[in-house]
C-alpha cells in the first residue's frame, strides 16, 4: 500500500553554515565595526545574537534571514524570542522549529479528512503517515497541503509504492 510521511526537519549542517556566513557578514560590516555582535548557535539548535544595542539586534535579523534563505532553510521555522536589554549588551534568542507539534498534527490530519479523499493519516510522533490505495490520491494530499499555510515549512519524504 502506497505511502509517505510528513515531517518538519532542519538541515543542522545548513544551519551552522548559515550562523557562519551571517557572523562573517555582522565582523565585515562597517556599523558593526568595534562592536562584539555575533550570532552564537547552542547545542539546543538555537540561535543567541548578542550586541550592544537592541538597535544593532534588529540589524541583525535580516542578515540572519538572508543567509538562511540562501542555504534553503525556510525562515518560517525560526521563531523570534523577546530582546533581553541588560546594560552594556543586548540578547535576543531564536528557537528553530522542528518537528510537527500535536497541535499542528491534528490540523493537518482534520485538513486531509475534510477532503474525503481515500487515504489515511496517523500521528506518528512528531511526523504524519499517510497511505491509500492510490498513488494519485497520495500526490493529490502532497498538492493541497504545499497551497495551505500552516505557519511551519513541511517536507514530504520516505514516499513508497
Known amino acids: 500500500m502506497p505511502s509517505f ?3 518538519s526537519e532542519l538541515d543542522s549542517h545548513e544551519v551552522t553554515n548559515a550562523v557562519d556566513q551571517a557572523n562573517k557578514e555582522v565582523a565585515t560590516r562597517f556599523d558593526f565595526k568595534g562592536s562584539n555582535a555575533n550570532f552564537e548557535l ?3 539548535n538555537n540561535i543567541v545574537m548578542k550586541a550592544e544595542s537592541s ?6 535579523l535580516p542578515i540572519l534571514y538572508t543567509k538562511m ?6 525562515i518560517a521555522c525560526l521563531e523570534s524570542g523577546k ?7 543586548a540578547q535576543q534568542s531564536i528557537v528553530l522549529k522542528q518537528g510537527i507539534e500535536s497541535d499542528l498534527a491534528k490540523k493537518i490530519v482534520k485538513i486531509i479528512k475534510d477532503k474525503k479523499l481515500k487515504v489515511q493519516a496517523a500521528i506518528n510522533g512528531d511526523k504524519l503517515r499517510v ?4 498513488r494519485d490520491d497520495l500526490q493529490e494530499v502532497i498538492q493541497m ?9 513541511l517536507q514530504f519524504n520516505n514516499f513508497r509504492d
Open 5 to 7: 510521511d510528513i515531517v
Open 42 to 44: 547552542d547545542k539546543d
Open 55 to 60: 538597535f544593532q539586534l534588529q540589524q541583525m
Open 69 to 74: 534563505g540562501k542555504r534553503g532553510i525556510d
Open 83 to 89: 530582546i533581553q536589554d541588560t546594560g552594556k549588551t
Open 131 to 134: 497511505t491509500g490505495k492510490k
Open 145 to 153: 497541503l504545499r497551497g495551505e499555510d500552516l505557519g511551519q515549512p
